[in-house]
C-alpha cells in the first residue's frame, strides 16, 4: 500500500512540480525527500528519526533542501517530529497524500512548517498522475481504510474507513498499465475483499477480479491483502476458474488461538481459518499460501501459541511473516494489562520461525524436478553472468535461470536446484 502511494506521491511532483524521481541514489544530489513510512513494526519509528537526522547536514548546507514525511507513522507522531525535528518542513497524512503538489508549493513560497493530516478521503481521489517504479508488476489501489478494528491495528485511525474506487476508475488504470507493457496487475487494499460494499452498486470484489481477470487474459492478475472472515467460496470459484489469477494467496492468520483471535476482534475461528485454507488447497491446484502472524499478543498463554504452532503444522504455509507483539499508542491493545515480558516473546518467534523454516524447506524440496511458468522480472543481485535472470513463478517463487530472454518474457521452466528460499531453473523449450 505505502510503495503504490509513494508512486502516487513521485506522479504528483513529477506532473504538477517538475521533479525529476529518483527511487534511490544520494540524498546530497536532490532538492527534496519525501520519506513515506509504515507502523507495522515497533522498530520502525527509530529507523525514520535516524534518516531524517542523516539528512540534517544536506539541510544546513543547502537551504532550499525540503524534507516531507508520511505514512501511518508519521501521522500519529507529526507532532513529535515538528518539534524535534526542525529539519522537517512538513508531515502529510494517509488521506491528504493527493495534495503534496500544494503543501510542497506553499512550503516552498511561504517556509512555512506544518502537518496536513486533517482530512480523511470523503470520494476516492481519480485519476491522479502515477509514477511508477520501473519492473513487470504495476499496483492498482481498489479501495483504501479499513473497517475493521483489529485490537493491536493502528490502520482505521490513520487511514480512516473503507473507500472503494469505482470499477470504471480500475479498469481505466487497468487499461493504461497493459497498454504501457506491464505484465502483472496486484489489486491492493488493507482488506481487498471487502470492496465495493460502500459504492452502493452491483459489484463486489469477486465480480471486479473476474472483470479484470477475463478483460486481460495474458496478464498475471494478484491482490493482496485478505482478510480470513471475508474470504468466500465464490472467490475460491473465481480463482480456479482464471489461470491468470496468480496462484499465491496471503492470508493473515495472526494467532491460532481462538481466545487472542477473539481479543485481537479478528472475526473468526481457528476451526473457520483451517478450513478455508483447506479448501483453498483443495480448489486451487498449486496454490501457495503465506500469512502474517503475531506472538506475544497480551494474555497469550503458552497453550494459546501451542494452538498457533499446531495450527502451523496443520496448514503448512509457504511462507510467513512473523512479527512480535509491540504497543501502538492509540490502539485498544495499548490499554490491555497483560503484556508479555520481552524474553517469552523472543523465545516464541525463534520457535515459531524455526518451525515454518522447517515446513518451508520440505515444501521447497517437493519442487525440484517440477516445471514451473516463470515470469522474467530482472537480473539476481549477485548474476554470475550477462545471460543470469530471475523471475517468479505464477505461485510466488523466485527462479534464477540462465538464457537470452529480456524483462517480461514469461517462460516455462524445470526446477534443478533449490538454493536457499530461491531455485534454480532450466528452461524448456
Ligand atoms: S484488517 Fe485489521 S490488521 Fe488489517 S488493516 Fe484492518 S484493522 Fe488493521
Redesign the pocket.
Known sequence: MNKNDSEYIAGILNKELGYEILWEGKPEDVDLVFVNTCFVRGKVKNKVYSIIGKLEHIKRQKRHFIIGVGGCMAQVDKDRLLKDKPTVDFVIGTSNLYKIGEVVSEVKSEGNRRDFVEEEFKDFPQGLPIYRETGVNAWVTIIRG?N???TY?I??YTRGREISRSPEDILKEVDNIVKEGYKEVTLLG??VNSYGHDLKRDIDFTGLLEEVASRYPDIWINFITS?PKDFNDKLIDVISKFKNITRYIHLPVQSGSNKVLKRMNRGYSRERYIELAQKIKEKIPGVSLSTDVMVGFPGESEENFKDTLDLFEKIRFDSAFTFIYSDRKGTASYNFRDKIPEDIKKRRIKELIALQNKITEEINKTYVGKRMEVLIEGKPARAKSDKEFQGRSKNNKIVIVEGDFHIGDRIFVEITELLGWTFRGKPIF
Open positions: 479499513c475493521n478494528f483489529c491495528c490502520v482505521p488493507q482488506n482478510h
